[in-house]
C-alpha cells in the first residue's frame, strides 16, 4: 500500500519562495509509484492543497488532514521543505509531534536550538569547535554603537539572529554604515547578531543518516563574486561559484568532515543537514548549520548528493525512509 505523503512547503519568511521552489523539485523527484504525493501550501493562515481542478481544500489543523470527495485523508509522513518559520525553528516539529506524525527533519528541540545562530554557536563550543566571536542584541535593548567598535575590528557582519539565505545580513566596513545595518537585521528579527569577520574560504559540508550511517557528501566551495554569499549570491549563479569536490587540502576535508560528522551527532540531527564553515591558515571555523537546506536542483545540497553519486529521487526517497 503506497504512502500518503505530504510535501509541506511556504512559511512564513523571507525565504517564503525558496521554500516554494523546493517544495515544487521534492514532488518532482519523490516515487509516485511508492508515495502519494500531497503538496501543502502554507500562506499566512492558510494551509492548503490544490486539487486536479486547482481548488483550494484547506487543512484541517486539528489533526494534519485533507478531506477530498468526502474521504479524509491522514499522512504517514510529512516532508518539510519549508526554510525559515514556521518549518526549520521547531514550531511544526512541535506540532507533529503532538500529532503523532513523523516528518524528515531534526526533532523539535535540535530545530529551535540550531535556529538561533548565537545559541548554536554557544552550544558547539562545548566540542572545542572553533567559530567566530559576536555579541548577541535584542531589540529592546539597543546597542551603544560605541561599545561595538571597542569589541570589534571593522569589518563586521551584522545578521539576524534567527533567520537563513543571509536575509537582512550586512558587511559593515565602517562606524556609519553600522547603524543602518542594525536597523537592516532588526527589520527581519528581534535579536540580532554582530559577529566578527574571518578572513577565508568558504566551505560546506553536508551529512544525511540512512541505515544507522552517516553518508557525508562531498564537500563544496563557494566561491563568492560579490563580498559575501548574500541571498542575490545564493540564487543567481552568474554571482558564485560552487566548487565540488571542493580544491582543498586532504587535511582541511577531513577537518571538515569529522567537525560536521560530530556536530551531526551532539546536535542528535536527522534527515539532510549542511553545515557551514570559513577555513584559514589558522584553523577551521563554523557558522552556522541548516536543518532544512535548499533543495531546489540548483541548490548546493542536491550538487553535494549529485557528486556523491546520489539522485535526487535517491535522496528524497531516503529522506523519507528514515522517519
Known sequence: ?????????????????????????????????????????????????????????????????????????????????????????????????????????????????????????????????????????????????????QKFNLPVFVKPNNGGSSVGMSKVHNQEELEPAIKKAFAEDDEILIEEYIEGREITCSIIQHKGKLIIFPVLEIICKKEFFDFESKYDPALAEEVVPARISSDVEISCKETSALLYEKLNCKGVVRFDYIFNDSGLYFLEVNTIPGLTEASIVPKMARSYGLSLEELFSMMVEEV
Not at 58 to 76: G, M, P, W
Not at 102 to 114: D, E, H
Request: proline share 3%.
Open 1 to 149: 500500500m503506497k504512502k500518503n505523503i505530504a510535501v509541506l512547503s511556504g512559511g512564513y519568511s523571507g525565504e517564503f519562495e525558496i521554500s516554494v521552489q523546493s517544495g515544487q523539485v521534492v514532488k518532482k523527484y519523490l516515487d509516485n509509484k511508492k508515495y502519494n504525493i500531497y503538496p501543502i501550501l502554507i500562506n499566512g493562515k492558510d494551509w492548503y492543497y490544490k486539487d486536479e481542478r486547482n481548488q483550494k481544500i484547506l487543512i484541517d489543523k486539528n489533526d494534519f488532514s485533507l478531506t477530498i470527495k468526502s474521504e479524509k485523508i491522514r499522512f504517514d509522513c510529512v516532508f518539510i521543505a519549508i526554510h525559515g518559520t514556521p518549518g526549520e525553528d521547531g514550531k511544526l516539529q512541535g506540532y507533529f509531534d503532538m500529532l503523532g506524525i513523523p516528518y524528515t527533519s531534526c526533532n523539535q528541540a535540535t530545530s529551535a536550538l540550531t535556529f538561533n545562530k548565537y545559541f548554536c554557536k554557544n552550544y558547539i563550543l562545548n566540542f572545542d569547535v572553533a567559530t567566530p566571536r559576536s555579541i548577541h542584541l535584542v531589540k529592546s535593548n539597543r546597542p551603544d554603537i560605541s561599545d561595538i567598535l
